[in-house]
């Protein structure tokens, strides 16, 4: 079974990348593997969308936001009939945001 394609919205995107450069100020290794863990973990979301729990911090979520952490940082996306769409991307510590 193929798994369906994985899109990021700009903002989402935009947190991402500040999120691992801020990692690589650190540590180049640890940006990496960072990076390949998240890509890892989309290529399994891509295969089993419905895999990670419903996102709590959707407001009237019908089940299609779903949201998993990894490293501290919540990835939420949204499950489409042939895409998954990566809608946020925010460290955990962050003060909880509800959309």
């Not at 394609?5 to 650190?26: C, G, H, M, P």
């Not at 009237?60 to 895409?83: H, Q």
Request: hydrophobic share 35%; charged share 30%.
């Amino acid at each position: 079974m193929p798994g369906n394609n994985v899109r990021w919205y700009v903002s989402a995107r935009k947190q991402f990348l500040s999120a691992l450069e801020y990692i690589r100020t650190d540590s180049v290794q640890n940006a990496e593997k960072f990076n390949n863990r998240l890509f890892l973990k989309l290529e399994a979301v891509s295969k089993n969308p419905e895999s990670c729990a419903p996102e709590k911090f959707k407001v009237a979520n019908d089940g299609s936001y779903r949201a998993f952490i990894l490293y501290k940082y919540r990835v939420t996306y949204r499950v489409k009939e042939n895409e998954i769409r990566i809608v946020r991307f925010r460290h955990s510590s962050m003060k909880p945001r509800y959309f």
